[in-house]
Nanobody, 124 residues
Framework: QVQLVESGGGSVQVGGSLRLSCAAS????????MGWFRQAPGKEREFVAG????????NYTDSVKGRFAISRDNFKNTVDLQMNSLKPEDTAIYYC?????????????????WGQGTQVTVSS
């Protein structure tokens, strides 16, 4: 079973940047497609970004395209989410998720493993 631990959340002003990181416990991290999801108060959890095993394929929800960048390091077993030009609507708890396989899914039910989440707050 994979354990995922997120870090890097915090509070930032509009236009600022944050970098989230997720560390995975599995030594065969490379077999997992990784995703970042977020859940704002009173809203459903939604897909933010995903990356396949060799980083050749990424996917982003429209609202973060051009502002967020997902990356992974298969030697360090980590996946990061660089968030730039942050907006108040980016405020949410951000979750790292993993699913064995090569295809990126935007459907949270497809992901088998989840981190505990890290809070991101963007204030104006």
């Amino acid at each position: 079973q994979v354990q995922l631990v997120e870090s890097g959340g915090g509070s930032v002003q509009v236009g600022g940047s944050l970098r989230l990181s997720c560390a995975a416990s599995d030594r065969i991290f490379i077999v997992y497609t990784m995703g970042w999801f977020r859940q704002a108060p009173g809203k459903e959890r939604e897909f933010v970004a995903g990356i396949n095993w060799n980083s050749r394929s990424t996917n982003y929800t429209d609202s973060v395209k051009g502002r967020f960048a997902i990356s992974r390091d298969n030697f360090k077993n980590t996946v990061d989410l660089q968030m730039n030009s942050l907006k108040p609507e980016d405020t949410a708890i951000y979750y790292c998720a993993a699913v064995p396989g090569m295809l990126i899914s935007t459907n949270l039910s497809r992901y088998d493993y989840w981190g505990q989440g890290t809070q991101v707050t963007v204030s104006s």
